[in-house]
């Protein structure tokens, strides 16, 4: 069950709609983990946990953020999140694991069921922040609804940072979206990189 968690939240990091092991949004899309083994102005390079490289272009309008763990604390009203969470009753779930994106950010907005029984994926904005006897309490707001969401004080909750396109450099771990031109070749125009442990 993590690994299908994982997969829904990374599915919500790349802009995907959030449901645990979806489809690629349409067959020219190419989901793209791994670390970087060379890059250039234009492309890069992306070796998989299977030893397959990847070579995508880089979009003239490409995006790029960093990801690393950040404290409950940081979650404030306003902040975009995903999250996967167990169904408490129709509008409430207890979060399993939580990733806040950067200022501006609508990826993947919505709640919608998951793959595992009892389980929903919410994407949307955090209206309200409160302390409760079982952790943190948030209003998460999406198009047509909100959804009240209880963060135990054990769930990890990752952070994603606008960066700059220096960040990408061999060695780094990367996940993106890409998209396959007419032409057979890959673009990719959000990327995210893990920020290295000090």
Request: hydrophobic fraction near 40%; glycine fraction near 10%.
């Amino acid at each position: 069950m993590r690994r299908s968690i994982a997969c829904a939240l990374a599915a919500a990091s790349l802009g995907l709609p959030a449901f645990a092991q979806a489809p690629a949004p349409n067959p020219n899309s190419v989901r793209l983990a791994g670390v970087v083994t060379a890059v250039s102005a234009d492309s890069l390079t992306v070796k998989a946990d299977d030893g397959k490289e990847t070579k995508v272009g880089l979009a003239p309008t490409l995006s790029v953020v960093t990801t690393r763990p950040v404290d409950i604390e940081a979650i404030k009203p306003g902040a975009f999140v995903a999250t996967a969470n167990t169904n408490l009753d129709a509008g409430s779930g207890k979060s399993i694991e939580l990733r806040m994106f950067e200022p501006g950010s609508k990826l993947g907005e919505g709640s919608r069921p998951m793959a595992q029984p009892n389980t929903t994926m919410t994407n949307g904005t955090v209206s309200t922040v409160k302390k409760g006897a079982s952790g943190r309490e948030l209003d998460v707001a999406y198009p047509g609804g909100v959804r009240h969401i209880i963060v135990p004080p054990d769930v990890k909750v990752i952070g994603s940072f606008p960066a700059g396109r220096s960040a990408i450099k061999p060695g780094a771990t990367v996940t993106a979206l890409a998209v396959r031109g007419a032409d057979g070749a890959l673009t990719v125009s959000r990327l995210s990189v893990a920020e290295a442990k000090p």
